[in-house]
């Protein structure tokens, strides 16, 4: 700090006004420090704050919002903002905390992901849409076929 914290003699050790400045902080520091450790380890620090979430529209209807509203019964000092939505969004810019994409996350090192599930996807036909254009016996076929695509990417998966 480029500052003199004690005056030293070869009888005794003093501080200066300012190492006793210093000090007197640091003391401070270190209580406070201890009486959050121990508020931790008692459990007396409340759950609060808000928590942004996203996820694919059916997903959030039927998985998140469950969740959230016993969340809130359990933490009524938490605030969660949930946006259920099925266009991609950058989640780094938009500011959300917790994200639950279809399909593969994008390469980031600024963030974290984890598969916590599979969706399965199905193929649905109409009878007179069978008639008219004939019935798929494999992926392959369905290419040859007309189609209403789910999801964030128009490509089947086999």
């Known amino acids: 700090m480029g500052i003199k914290l004690f005056y030293r003699t070869t009888r005794q050790q003093t501080l200066t006004y300012e190492g006793g400045l210093y000090c007197e902080h640091c003391l401070a520091m270190l209580e406070d ?72 996350p994008t390469d980031s090192t600024a963030i974290i992901a984890k598969k916590i599930a599979v969706q399965r996807m199905v193929v649905f036909a109409s009878p007179s849409y069978l008639a008219a254009f004939g019935t798929p016996t494999s992926t392959e076929d369905l290419q040859q076929h007309r189609a209403i695509l789910y999801g ?7």
């Open 33 to 104: 420090l201890n009486s959050l450790e121990s508020k931790l380890r008692d459990g007396q620090v409340r759950t609060e704050g808000k928590i942004r979430i996203s996820c694919p529209m059916l997903f959030g209807r039927y998985c998140i919002a469950p969740v959230t509203r016993k969340l809130i019964r359990q933490y009524p000092n938490i605030y969660i903002e949930t946006e259920f939505s099925d266009h991609v969004i950058d989640v780094l810019s938009a500011g959300f905390d917790v994200t639950i994409p279809l399909g593969k």
């Open 152 to 158: 964030r990417s128009a490509h089947i998966y086999s």
